[in-house]
């Protein structure tokens, strides 16, 4: 019993975001991950409006497409998401993941077709302060990924806010009980000296955006994330 629960806990992913780089050399952030072995590339799209701070758009990941393979994790910091959904999906986002702070959840019936449709998988991102709402917890399962927020959106090299551990716990508890193959990803000050944390609450993705290229060595930075975890998970 206890080998087959063992294997079907969801694989830590790492997933280095590029915002942390230099903006005008992100075919260089992108490079640095594909070294390091990153599990998918993490592209806050964000808007000035959503969150107060302008980042980059369609136009930038459908350039960074032609220079990697990796997952596009993209995460979209936008007030006025369905606008711009086709234009992701043309760019060659392989994840698009939304606030449901500003999705109104009369439309996740045909965004989430669209997406499908594209070949692409949907997410949900929730700020820190913000509540899984229970139409989105209701269609969970059917979401490649739920962002748990640890920063107020906007910028890079943000500190972990511990304050939302209980609700990544209640996230993560809601995904394993009812098997959902969901990824938990937190977003937002992650370190080498908080992952174990992370992960014990039920996280499985980790963004990272200082904590990869704000480091002296952004290659072995990654793997020290990784490791990390895995040793959270063996209990150490
Ligand atoms: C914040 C973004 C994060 C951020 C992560 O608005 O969603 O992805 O770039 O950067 P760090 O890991 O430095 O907090
Ligand atoms: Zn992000």
Same mark, same amino acid.
């Given at each position: 019993?206890?080998? /087959?629960?063992?294997? /079907?806990?969801?694989?830590?992913?790492?997933?280095?975001?590029?915002?942390?780089?230099?903006?005008?050399? /992100?075919?260089?952030?992108?490079?640095?991950?594909?070294?390091?072995?990153?599990?998918?590339?993490?592209? %806050?799209?964000?808007?000035?409006?959503?969150?107060?701070?302008?980042?980059?758009?369609?136009?930038?990941?459908?350039?960074?497409?032609?220079?990697? +393979?990796?997952?596009? =994790? +993209?995460?979209? &910091?936008?007030?006025?998401?369905?606008?711009?959904?086709?234009?992701?999906? #043309?760019?060659?986002? %392989?994840?698009?993941?939304?606030?449901? #702070?500003?999705?109104?959840?009369?439309?996740? =019936? #045909? /965004?989430?077709?669209?997406?499908?449709?594209?070949?692409?998988?949907?997410?949900?991102?929730?700020?820190?302060?913000?509540?899984?709402?229970?139409?989105?917890? %209701?269609?969970?399962?059917?979401?490649?990924?739920?962002?748990?927020?640890?920063?107020?959106?906007?910028?890079?090299?943000? +500190?972990?806010? &511990?304050?939302?551990?209980?609700?990544?716990?209640?996230?993560?508890?809601?995904?394993?009980?009812?098997?959902?193959?969901?990824?938990?990803?937190? =977003?937002?000050?992650?370190?080498?000296?908080?992952?174990?944390?992370?992960?014990?609450?039920?996280?499985?993705?980790?963004?990272?955006?200082?904590?990869?290229?704000?480091?002296?060595?952004?290659?072995?930075?990654?793997? #020290?994330?990784?490791?990390? $975890?895995?040793? $959270?998970?063996?209990?150490?």
């Amino acid at each position: 019993m206890s080998e /087959l629960v063992k294997t /079907l806990v969801k694989p830590i992913l790492v997933a280095p975001s590029i915002l942390a780089w230099n903006l005008g050399m /992100l075919g260089d952030a992108v490079e640095i991950a594909t070294r390091g072995r990153a599990d998918m590339i993490h592209l %806050d799209v964000i808007d000035g409006h959503f969150a107060p701070n302008i980042t980059f758009g369609a136009g930038t990941v459908k350039a960074l497409r032609k220079v990697s +393979t990796l997952t596009f =994790d +993209t995460h979209l &910091m936008i007030s006025e998401p369905l606008r711009y959904v086709d234009r992701f999906i #043309e760019a060659g986002s %392989d994840v698009l993941t939304f606030h449901a #702070e500003v999705l109104d959840p009369k439309k996740f =019936d #045909e /965004l989430y077709a669209k997406i499908k449709g594209a070949g692409r998988q949907m997410g949900l991102a929730l700020k820190p302060q913000t509540e899984l709402p229970k139409w989105a917890a %209701d269609r969970l399962g059917s979401l490649s990924t739920i962002i748990v927020m640890t920063v107020n959106p906007g910028f890079s090299g943000q +500190t972990m806010d &511990m304050s939302v551990m209980p609700k990544l716990e209640r996230i993560g508890r809601l995904v394993e009980d009812k098997g959902y193959v969901t990824n938990v990803e937190i =977003d937002g000050g992650v370190e080498p000296e908080n992952v174990g944390e992370v992960v014990r609450r039920g996280g499985n993705v980790l963004v990272a955006g200082a904590g990869v290229y704000a480091k002296r060595d952004p290659v072995a930075a990654i793997g #020290e994330l990784r490791a990390r $975890a895995a040793a $959270a998970r063996a209990g150490a």
